[in-house]
T-cell receptor, first 116, second 117 residues
Framework: DAGVIQSPRHEVTEMGQEVTLRCKPI?????LFWYRQTMMRGLELLIY????????DSGMPEDRFSAKMPNASFSTLKIQPSEPRDSAVYFC??????????????FGNGTRLTVT | AQKVTQAQTEISVVEKEDVTLDCVYE???????LFWYKQPPSGELVFLIR??????QNEISGRYSWNFQKSTSSFNFTITASQVVDSAVYFC??????????????FGQGTILTVHP
């Protein structure tokens, strides 16, 4: 079975440019999460969706960040304009709710973003 | 607010040694879930185990075992007879049940485990 698929694996861009990260969750999963991993802050939740609807975006650092989920099989995280402090590994994860909180998150391989 | 603390930043052992990774959590919910994830050098996050707050039974899976103690708010992870392939960063995480907390994982800072041949 295909896992969570993220693209690109690596992204290098210059400050001020727009960056779009993409995620395809596992088929049938109704929850999708975007996490960011940095040395300073560890793994932190940015936003999550349930049935394509954003539920909690309190972790989105600022208005430069936006996320969408136009359908059950695709989500994007956009940073515009990008800044060097946005450099991090961005993970997408999905899970199936089943009305319980113990469904494990299945993570993609991450996108390593470097903003110069 | 929930919090997960992994006090050990780095652990270094020699192959075949047993090693225990500590995890202490804080939550006000009575229903919650605990997880361990492994992040090998390749960078992906691999799910290892989950436990719910009503099940304090310890679990063993091969060389891995987990000890959950609500009285001390701990969920420790032991690797028996460690191997070089166990070298990775290990994360403990907590998920609460209520409201918009559902499914959100709060991660500890991670423990870097290095197993030397």
């Amino acid at each position: 079975d295909a896992g969570v698929i993220q693209s690109p694996r690596h992204e290098v861009t210059e400050m001020g440019q727009e960056v779009t990260l993409r995620c395809k969750p596992i088929s049938g999963h109704d929850y999708l999460f975007w996490y960011r991993q940095t040395m300073m802050r560890g793994l932190e939740l940015l936003i999550y969706f349930n049935n394509n609807v954003p539920i909690d975006d309190s972790g989105m650092p600022e208005d430069r960040f936006s996320a969408k989920m136009p359908n059950a099989s695709f989500s994007t995280l956009k940073i515009q304009p990008s800044e060097p402090r946005d450099s991090a590994v961005y993970f997408c994860a999905s899970s199936t709710g089943q009305g319980r909180g113990d469904s494990p998150l299945h993570f993609g391989n991450g996108t390593r973003l470097t903003v110069t | 607010a929930q919090k997960v603390t992994q006090a050990q930043t780095e652990i270094s052992v020699v192959e075949k040694e047993d090693v225990t990774l500590d995890c202490v959590y804080e939550t006000r919910d009575t229903t919650y879930y605990l997880f361990w994830y492994k992040q090998p050098p390749s960078g992906e996050l691999v799910f290892l185990i989950r436990r719910n707050s009503f099940d304090e039974q310890n679990e063993i899976s091969g060389r891995y075992s987990w000890n959950f103690q609500k009285s001390t708010s701990s969920f420790n992870f032991t690797i028996t007879a460690s191997q070089v392939v166990d070298s990775a960063v290990y994360f403990c995480a907590l998920s609460e049940e209520g409201g918009t907390s559902y499914g959100k994982l709060t991660f500890g800072q991670g423990t870097i485990l290095t197993v030397h041949p």
